[in-house]
């Protein structure tokens, strides 16, 4: 037996499989209870917990059964000749632009393997040349994990390692960065690095997937190519989601990173750019620009990397009938910042206005934005929003809760005193705020009609 | 001078008119500061703040002038004789089904006269007669104003209030009944009432307007007249929102109370069914069903309103790096509920999963939704779900957050005891989860491309 027996399994889970002569990549027909369930027992990660079996059902999903309940097994055969990541050498080419890839952890990290169907990780340049030989026709490229963690424990430790990676990669003059990342806060992390790292000579390219590469839809494969592709040849020199476009597996969408939020939780067509136009369609071998008002490359461009984040900074997302201590407990608690996602043009009610009045008084600063999602807050409509106003409370126009989150809490750091960080929140970066919506910015169509490109077409036609 | 004159206007801002002469409904050019503002002076509401004076511009825009900043005006002329509403005696037709319209507040009450562009208050049955004769064609209307507030001051005792009106009419044969509503929170309302008001013989139907009357591009009569249709005649015997269709003013669409929700702050077509596809269109002459599993209309069906509300109840909108204390303040503030809008398929960081272990063992419900609004909380396919899943946070599928809010305020009232609030919960009332989404439920398209009704036959064809 090898190291890989029960790789990833420890404790009870691992005593579970000794005992009933399980294997990892065993196929197996598990009793628990009055349950039955046939599958492939999946490797685990490190991190793994060590109270579940993980099987990888016919279907394609995977599901986690209590090693405590399993009751008895059958094992028909084994995988383990099936699943594994072909690795060869990736072919350097000199006339090719150096790219580097940085993991954070998530999906695309984690299983990439989408010609074999692998779950094992897939990360050295070998393994994705391996899993996907396209990526050699790109580019030249390097990886470094910098973490492997789920997205949603990505916090200002993560961020300011990928600032300063960024920093460092251009310096050595690299065409692009791709930055591979779970999903579930892909968007929040391409926000605040719009603030970290600005006037960068070369685009930064976050990507993950949606379906792990085990499964046949898989996303996973493509984005990485349209992002890899994205980080050697685009002419934005931006920070940018590179996802899945809606309706066709034919091309990508590369949203900026302040405008771009996860609007479905399994969709591969989630990220969507919100009241605005994408930046660019990217497919195999072209990019259409579906606007013009973006930053071009220009690999002499020095860039303005400030890796600074406070975190005393809260979002309060309004309901009917809030009470007054959700802003007081907020306040008592030292938070310096709060961002309200009001309802309408950017409302709260009445009995809010004093416990507002009270903590921006104290000096926490208090912006409202729109929990519509789309669409600006706009406070001098009605007469709450003046009265809000008078409370101190100050309005970010379109710019989304989540982006307003990670501006604040870098402009706080970032800011000199009081009046620097209402300047900086208040002045549009990259996109944060614009001065209108295009038609089309609203609800951008979806599945079974037509193509998101046509549509575009039209509007530039 | 009759009542009128400075209608609406007290204190510092009737005294800035007394002194410089102007009157509501003048035409003036006002000097502040180093801004002329020209524009109509319009009457306000007995509620208005006392500090401005609100000019309505040529461009259709109000706008409030600080009473103090204002130095000088010119009055141009008076729009009196231009600004009136119409009444008239409301046509009785004994062939014609009998409405009720409840006022709570908001744009579609107080300004409603599309012909003349008057903005004062239209609401009994007279003026709204004279301002949409259209409405006589249709049903023989009664109204009665429940209250007179903005959408973002709703909640437990208005709430209430509109359930036992409902009740009443009901009691009384009502063919159906409107719901004048801001458009701010009309959806949170429509929710609550869906709980409150189940097993309904008749059609409720909540509809606001988000331009008002006095500006060409209203949607107000239009609003009314496909709500008071739905009213009287629709077949679905639910709790609706009924607004403004997407790309075309020829219809209006009618949304579950539970489905639907504002998402544009500004656009007329902002209320949207998510994850489903509307209820039915609805236009002058005919309704177009969309769905088929809807409760038919049945007079003689016995409703049950159950008007209960628990407040204890707050949404964590999780955002990377949120802290324990956001968590630990609602526990210790003596809540007993918490829905979580988490990210991706429902997820928080580490640092929660102690807080959130202690909520639910110190008795507090804890259910999780998700903030990408589209898609399904499904906690068991990352071990991180798993996890949340163990210390007691409880999945809710497709339901969205704001109406997980409001029905786990009304289960905590309704429900005799643990078990039995999570039952509800967990049961599926008025569409608030389905079993799964249809292809055309996300993101249905929007502006400057085909018409949704093109799309939707599409789909039923």
New interface residues.
Partial sequence: MNDDTFKGYRNPARAVMERLGIKVWDDVAITAGPNTFEGVVLPRSET??EY?LVLKLATG????VKAESIDGVKVLGSRKADYHIPEQRFPSNPANPRVMLFGTGGTIASRLDYKTGAVIPAFSPGELYGAVPELADICNLETEKLFGI???????VQYKALAEGIAREIEKGVAGIVIGH????LH??AAILTYMCRNLPVPVVLVGSQRSSDRPSSDAALNLIHATRTAACCDAAEVMVCMFG?TSDRYGLLHRGTRVR??????RS?F?TIGDRPLAMVDRDSFTYLKDDYMRRDPSRKPDIRPVFD?RV??V???????P??VE?LVD?GYRGIII??????????PLYEPLRRATEAGVHVYMT?Q???????M?????G??LMERGVVPLANML??VA??KL?WALAAGEDRDEVRRIMQTPIGGDMTESEP????????????EVKD?FR??FR
């Fill in positions: 793994a917990d579940h999903y995977n599901i986690g789920f997205s949603e424990d990505m916090g200002p779970g999903t579930d806060t929040h992390t809606p996860k609007m479905h939780s399994s969709y989630t969507r975190e809260s979002i997302y309004y309901y009917p009938n809030m009470k201590d959700i407990s608690n996602a009001g309802t309408g043009l950017g409302h709260v009610n009445k729109v519509t999602l789309w669409g600006y807050s706009q001098y409509v009605y007469e709450t003046r009265l809760p989540e989150y990670v809490c038609p089309d910015g609203y609800m951008i169509l979806q599945g079974g009609v037509p549509v039209g509007v």
